[in-house]
């Protein structure tokens, strides 16, 4: 019989819709025998070819403002240069866009693939969905996958009705297949009663509102396609990363711009370059590579029974019974190298696991009570409680298996089933103008107290690591090029700018690069900038970042209008960015509607992006006659006049 399969094109920047397609490899071909072959949307052209494939699933997410994931950015162009109308009409296909509705161009990059796919012939073989970040991605994809493969293989069975198998075959072996697979709870009632007495509500560890459950639906179980192996070595394990596509740069300077009593310390930083090729503009980011706290390291080394195999060198290689074409050795890992070098700057270990991992970890416990709960987690029925205790409280690994002591999972399959250690983004608050070869860009120091479910206390990954490295230490870092937050070209285009916390270095970037403009530029002259700074802190004498800086730029006209917000200060009457808006409601209006402005927001999701469009919004709606409010707002950012540089 031939062997049914499909093409699986993912697109990822952080890694989660690499891990979703690597678990539909798998539960094709265990639970429905269907292969499928999983590749980089940009190895379009090498590894396969669209003209050649009769099925495929995608799977991307946005990242910028709506922008492909840089492993999509081939295909993008490709697909969106096509002109050969018919050029997909033999194919079928479906999209799974994941996003984040905080951001505006919601599932852009899988909305745009998904209309161009159409436009250019191939039919939809089952609805594209899109998952959204901001609610639980799990919440879409679950009942998305269950619908994926029932309606897969009656696509591949018509499809091949002219060959070996019949749908008739088709339709009976879509009546046997259970989705998932449906398990009897591993402990009986009795257990869960005691689980009860333990405590009335549900936590990260014992249960109450799912005790009674006598059946879960649990992910599939992935298999084990690497074999890793730890060999104690005389010689040093010390090989590392290839660094080649970064750049190498030196840490020159570390200044905190917070006062002591600052709730949320903000430290700028200064790098200096060495080579040549390093073009950014005002608006760009960089993309650093960051390591793992070392204590946190050992910590789950310990928790892993390890901590004396952490210099053992790994050797990785693809296990003699993988099956899956797609499987490779992981690039981020050097060949090499130690555990603990693995674990410290190769893995991402602070992440919350996903839940096929959680059901690897069922099988690595021994109590029936710690055994039972992670199968609730990891169930569809326990969507609610995996998002609320697991996600929403940002628990790691090492947290999850404080939680369940007797669940001793190998350190080989962590290495095997967590993502890599992504580089994290910065916006750059510098001009080229000023030294081409230096990028300044800040950070705020947040904490996580043990509290929640997290067992121990954290500092975030990235800027915990710069907090650490000595003056002097060489970062590695690539350039984000914006594609739209950028300065205009026309001097007199009005700009608002709104950049809570350190939400305001791109715009410092910007204003360093116009007031350099005026010094450098014959004809540049600062009277014909209209440019509004709408900044928020807690306390002005506190943590009013860049103060000096923006005043001087106030001072030389550069910059014509600075609003503070100020949350914690008594007495101040502008708590938000928000309110400093309405109280310029009318000026606004008017800079949008008739002298064409730009506004720009930059800052952290979760905080105000919502509020100062639903502000915007509102100003609008108030000060002009224009009557459909959520049209001229989506026309403004469709026509790039509305534009965001937001991290979560
Ligand atoms: C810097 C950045 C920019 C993003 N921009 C968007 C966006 O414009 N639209 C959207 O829907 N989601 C956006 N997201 C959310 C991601 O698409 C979402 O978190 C997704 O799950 C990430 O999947 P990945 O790990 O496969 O890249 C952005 C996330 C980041 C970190």
Not at 263 to 276: C, R
Request: hydrophobic share 35%.
């Amino acid at each position: 019989m031939k062997k049914w399969r499909f093409l699986l094109g993912y697109a990822s920047e952080t890694g989660q819709s690499k891990s979703i397609a690597q678990g539909i490899v798998d539960i094709a071909s265990e639970q429905h025998k269907i292969c499928a072959d999983l590749f980089e949307l940009d190895e379009v052209d090498k590894q396969f070819k669209l003209e050649e494939e009769s099925v495929m699933v995608i799977i991307t997410s946005s990242t910028g403002d709506g922008e492909p994931p840089s492993n999509a950015s081939k295909f993008w162009r490709k697909i969106r240069r096509e002109k050969k109308s018919d050029l997909l009409s033999h194919m079928k296909y479906t999209v799974l866009g994941l996003g984040d509705t905080n951001y505006s161009n919601f599932c852009n990059c899988g909305r745009v693939l998904d209309r161009r796919f159409e436009e250019l012939g191939a039919s939809r073989f089952y609805p594209s969905a899109w998952a959204d970040d901001a609610v639980g991605l799990d919440l879409t994809i679950e009942p998305w996958l269950q619908g994926l493969w029932p309606a897969l293989k009656e696509t591949l069975a018509k499809l091949n009705t002219s060959s070996e198998s019949s749908i008739d075959n088709l339709s009976q072996s879509i009546d046997q297949i259970n989705f998932n697979q449906e398990i009897k709870p591993t402990v009986e009632r009795q257990l869960s009663s005691c689980n009860k007495l333990k405590s009335d509500e549900d936590s990260i560890s014992y249960s109450s509102s799912l005790a009674e459950l006598t059946t879960l639906t649990l992910p599939p179980k992935p298999t084990h396609s690497l074999s890793v192996k730890l060999i104690e070595s005389s010689e040093e394990s010390n090989q590392v990363l290839d660094g080649s596509q970064y750049h190498a740069a030196k840490l020159t300077r570390r200044e905190c711009l917070t006062h002591d009593v600052a709730i949320k310390p903000v430290i700028s930083m200064e790098l200096q370059l060495s080579e040549e090729e390093f073009l950014f503009e005002a608006g760009d980011a960089i993309k650093l590579v960051c390591a793992n706290d070392e204590n946190e390291v050992d910590l789950l080394l310990k928790r892993l029974e390890c901590l004396d195999k952490a210099s053992h060198r790994l050797e990785i290689s693809i296990s003699p019974d993988n099956t899956k074409k797609s499987t490779k050795i992981p690039a981020y890992i050097p060949p090499m190298c130690s555990l603990r070098y693995a674990l410290t700057n190769c893995i991402d270990i602070r992440s919350s696991p996903r839940k096929n991992l959680l059901r690897l970890f069922v099988d690595c416990t021994t109590d029936d009570d710690e055994k039972r709960r992670l199968e609730e987690l990891c169930s569809r029925e326990g969507s609610e409680i995996y998002i609320k205790y697991i996600l929403e409280e940002h628990l790691s690994i090492l947290d999850i298996l404080n939680h369940f002591p007797s669940c001793k999972p190998d350190v080989a399959m962590l290495i095997e089933f967590l993502s890599s250690l992504m580089p994290r983004f910065y916006s750059i608050c510098s001009s080229p103008l000023d030294d081409a070869r230096s990028i300044k860009f800040v950070y705020s120091v947040f904490n996580f107290a043990a509290s929640n479910g997290r067992t121990y206390e954290r500092f975030g990954v990235c800027t915990n690591w710069l907090n650490k490295i000595d003056i002097g230490t060489k970062v590695l870092i690539q350039t984000r090029i914006s594609q739209h937050f950028r300065l205009p070209l026309t001097l007199d285009t009005p700009l608002i700018m709104i950049g809570p916390g350190t939400g305001v270095a791109p715009f410092v970037g910007f204003l360093d690069h116009l007031y350099l403009s005026s010094q450098s530029i014959s004809g540049f002259d600062v009277n014909n900038l209209n440019t509004w700074l709408f900044y928020g802190c807690r306390h002005r004498e506190h943590d009013f970042l860049f103060q000096e800086q923006l005043q001087m730029y106030q001072q030389i006209n550069v910059l014509k209008h600075l609003f503070i917000a100020a949350s914690r200060e008594e007495g101040y009457p502008f708590r938000y960015v928000q309110d400093q808006l309405k109280i310029n409601g009318q000026e606004l209006a008017n800079l949008i509607c008739n002298r064409n402005a730009i506004i720009f927001v930059c800052g952290d999701i979760k905080t105000m992006v919502r509020d100062v469009r639903e502000t915007i919004a509102n100003i609008l709606r108030e000060h002009t006659e224009i009557t459909n409010i959520d049209e001229y707002m989506k026309s403004l950012e469709t026509s790039r006049r509305y534009l965001l540089d937001i991290w979560s």
